[in-house]
């Protein structure tokens, strides 16, 4: 892997990849399901800017709270979702500080590098899924994903909770 964090393209790398469906042989695989919560993850920037308050502040607001994003295509309850949200913009506004020359996982396809990691993933997160072999044909970024779960706790937004939480998923997110 080169310094930049993207190894170069590859012929015949293969992969594996859990997703909500089966998909027919020789398709190419979705980006990243989150992707079209883009506008929300954008609009949390300035928040996220402002610190752990800011951000709190516009989660306890009734366009905020009242806000249904249930996700029907992955069977997401709208609480699971809005958290998915909040997570991706903290990763989002680390990549852009810290790592502008990687691409948005936005627009990203996330796959295993082994059978037995995306087994245990399945096993984990998604057992309602379905594991694909894939071949990749594009560049590769190799990260470890395990810094996303647990996910951001979102039932305290009083500002010490709240505060600590943030930090935490903001240190991951670096």
């Given at each position: 892997?080169?310094?930049?964090?993207?190894?170069?393209?590859?012929?015949?790398?293969?992969?594996?990849?859990?997703?909500?469906?089966?998909?027919?042989?020789?398709?190419?695989?979705?980006?990243?399901?989150?992707?079209?919560?883009?506008?929300?993850?954008?609009?949390?920037?300035?928040?996220?800017?402002?610190?752990?308050?800011?951000?709190?502040?516009?989660?306890?607001t009734?366009?905020?709270?009242?806000?249904?994003?249930?996700?029907?295509?992955?069977?997401?309850?709208?609480?699971?979702?809005?958290?998915?949200?909040?997570?991706?913009?903290?990763?989002?506004?680390?990549?852009?500080?810290?790592?502008?020359?990687?691409?948005?996982?936005?627009?990203?396809?996330?796959?295993w590098?082994t059978?037995?990691?995306?087994?245990k993933?399945?096993?984990?997160?998604?057992?309602?899924?379905?594991?694909?072999?894939?071949?990749?044909?594009?560049?590769?970024?190799?990260?470890?994903?395990?810094?996303?779960?647990?996910?951001?706790?979102?039932?305290?937004?009083?500002?010490?909770?709240?505060?600590?939480e943030f930090?935490?998923?903001?240190?991951?997110?670096?």
């Amino acid at each position: 892997m080169s310094n930049s964090g993207i190894a170069p393209k590859r012929k015949g790398l293969i992969a594996f990849r859990v997703d909500h469906e089966t998909i027919s042989p020789g398709s190419k695989v979705r980006r990243y399901y989150l992707h079209k919560y883009r506008q929300y993850i954008d609009q949390m920037q300035s928040f996220i800017e402002a610190g752990s308050a800011s951000l709190a502040q516009h989660l306890s607001t009734a366009e905020w709270q009242q806000l249904d994003l249930r996700d029907r295509q992955v069977n997401l309850e709208s609480d699971v979702v809005k958290m998915m949200v909040v997570l991706e913009a903290i990763f989002e506004n680390a990549r852009k500080k810290f790592a502008s020359h990687l691409p948005s996982r936005l627009d990203c396809v996330f796959v295993w590098s082994t059978l037995e990691l995306a087994k245990k993933f399945h096993q984990q997160y998604f057992p309602e899924g379905v594991i694909h072999r894939c071949k990749i044909l594009g560049e590769v970024v190799e990260l470890d994903g395990g810094l996303l779960p647990p996910g951001i706790n979102l039932s305290d937004l009083s500002l010490e909770i709240f505060s600590a939480e943030f930090e935490a998923t903001r240190l991951r997110a670096k």
